[in-house]
């Protein structure tokens, strides 16, 4: 008989789990607003500023699939603990740091904390609470890890104007103790996957090599042009020899305890799953990397106007998940996941169509569609994924959920950096051909212009460049605009591609949804 592990504490516990995971997901996007100030302070170029967001990724993507081979040799209990002490000790001295050294070092240590904060925090809630409230546990959870990443730039940027860019560090140590003292007085250790185990130095080895390789190429790799640059070809090289290596040394007879248990993904359903949260990934920190650039460059708004914009969208996810939630075990998820595509996908072709002269309400009203979209889509998605899976199974797919949702979201930002900027130059390129003197309607247009300045004092010669200037910038913003719906519309075709995995999915049973068909992090 399965031990009962439902916690009288349960509620405390959720609390602090979600405190945990806010702190950690905000910390991803928060920081970016506030790299310029940063930089002027320590004293660093730009490209050396950028390591400060990605030493964070770097460690938090290498730690994630580890993290229940860590929760199983020193208890779960005990590694969330020290998981939240060091990201709340990191986050106090990324305030302090007075060079860019110490600020990488503990932005590294930082994330390799923050690791254990998404996949054993929600690892944690499925076997603390019982069936029955895990719909709701599961949207007020997710809801934490979905809305975050929307209100970071927004609270960076308020942050830096008002105070300083050490306090988006700063900020990180009463959210830590508000989440460290439930977990340290209340929560007990798991009794799924407990005993010492040895350590796989060669897995963990690998893992470091190949995911640390990936995840720099896909940082780094539209600032040095991808394949043109010689260390992104070597570092790609290098990591994919190194996970090949590592799968194959995984599921070898001779390793009796590695780091990460492939075997979880003999499950069908799971599989197909990771393949959307890596497509959610995408559409989810693509989107929010696509959308403030387009505010900000081609709409003139400032970085606190464009954060702030995105918040209706936050607040209609957060109504959507918790209706999934109250749903769970009443409605089919497969049919919540189809609303939430609908939705999304009806954004993103929104998004596909902007203009240099669209409206703020008829961006609103696209984003909180957007939001609806991804509420209807994360919390059923992860009903799903973990709906056959076995208890001992939850951690280690937790942290694979985690890690998928993680290389999405590089992976999306890689992607539409390079696709963006390639689509400009092209659109650019195009519209420049009407630019010649024998266009008469450019003739037109200048002229009018011209006449204009020249009515407000200007001289007519100046006049003519001007306006011809004015043009021109005009050309460059349709340009611009033309490669952001080029954009959103590459993420409403990957959305697109991945809508038949949903036909795959068989609908979860009563008796799957609870601790034994407990859910992993997203």
């Known amino acids: ?31 970016n607003v506030s790299l310029p100030q940063m930089a002027g302070n320590l004293n660093a170029t730009t490209q050396e500023i950028a390591w400060v967001a990605t030493g ?9 699939p580890m993290t229940a081979f860590l929760a199983g040799r020193f208890g779960r209990r005990n590694y969330l603990i020290a998981s939240i002490v060091l990201f709340i000790v990191a986050s106090f001295f990324c305030g302090t740091s007075t060079t860019l050294g110490q600020m990488i070092l503990f932005r590294i240590l930082q994330g390799a904390g923050g690791a254990a904060l998404l996949s054993t ?10 069936p029955q409230e895990q719909g709701l546990v599961q949207a007020i959870f997710l809801i934490g890890i979905v809305v975050a990443p929307t209100v970071g730039p927004t609270l960076g940027g308020w942050i830096t104007d008002n105070y300083n860019w050490n306090w988006i560090f700063y900020i990180n140590i009463p959210l830590g103790l ?50 043109q640059s010689e260390l992104i070809v070597k570092l790609t090289a290098i990591g994919t020899i190194a996970l090949v290596a590592l799968v194959f040394w995984q599921l070898s007879p001779k390793n009796t305890a590695p780091v990460v248990d492939f075997k979880v993904l003999q499950n069908q359903q799971l599989r197909a799953t990771l393949v959307l949260f890596l497509v959610l990934g995408f559409g989810l920190y693509g989107g929010i990397f696509l959308y403030p650039l387009f505010t900000q460059l081609v709409l003139g708004l400032t970085p606190t106007a464009s954060g702030l914009s995105l918040m209706p969208g936050g607040f209609a996810t957060m109504v959507s ?11 089919d998820p497969r049919v919540l996941i189809w609303i939430g595509m609908i939705l999304f996908c009806f954004s993103m ?22 939001g609806f979209g991804l509420g209807f889509l994360f919390t059923p998605i992860n009903q799903i994924a973990f709906s056959v899976l076995k208890p001992q199974e939850v951690q280690q797919a937790a942290g694979l959920i985690s890690l998928t949702r993680q290389l999405g979201g590089s992976l999306g930002i890689a992607i539409l950096g390079t696709y963006l900027t390639n689509q400009t130059r092209f659109h650019q390129a195009m519209l420049s051909e009407s630019l010649h003197a024998g266009n008469a309607a450019l003739a037109e247009r200048q002229s009018a212009l011209a006449a204009n300045l020249v009515a407000h004092g200007m001289s007519p010669v100046l006049a003519k460049g001007a306006a011809l200037g004015g043009i021109a910038r005009q050309v460059g913003l349709q340009a611009q605009t033309m490669g952001f719906n080029d954009g959103f519309f590459l993420i409403l075709l990957s959305f697109a ?15 799957q949804t609870g601790r034994g068909g407990g859910g992993g992090g997203h």
């Open 497 to 511: 591609a991945a809508a038949p995995i949903v036909l795959r999915f068989k609908r979860p049973v009563p008796a």
């Open 178 to 227: 508000l989440a460290l003292l439930p977990v340290t007085a209340f929560l007990e250790d798991s009794p799924f996957g407990r005993g010492k185990r040895p350590a796989d130095w060669l897995g963990i080895g690998l893992l470091t090599v190949g995911l640390g390789c990936l995840q720099y190429v896909l940082e780094e790799g539209n600032k040095d042009d991808w394949f």
């Open 1 to 31: 008989m399965m031990p009962s592990t439902v916690s009288p504490y349960r509620w405390w516990i959720l609390l602090g789990l979600w405190a945990s995971a806010v702190m950690e997901v905000l910390d991803t996007t928060i920081v």
């Open 349 to 370: 072709w929104n998004l596909g169509h902007l203009s240099t002269l669209i409206g703020t309400d008829s961006l609103t009203f696209t984003l909180i569609i957007r």
């Open 56 to 64: 964070y990724i770097l460690s938090n993507v290498v730690v994630l």
């Open 321 to 331: 998940a918790l209706i999934c939630g109250r749903l769970q075990g009443k409605a």
């Open 121 to 130: 925090a929600q690892a944690t809630l499925r076997e603390i609470f019982p």
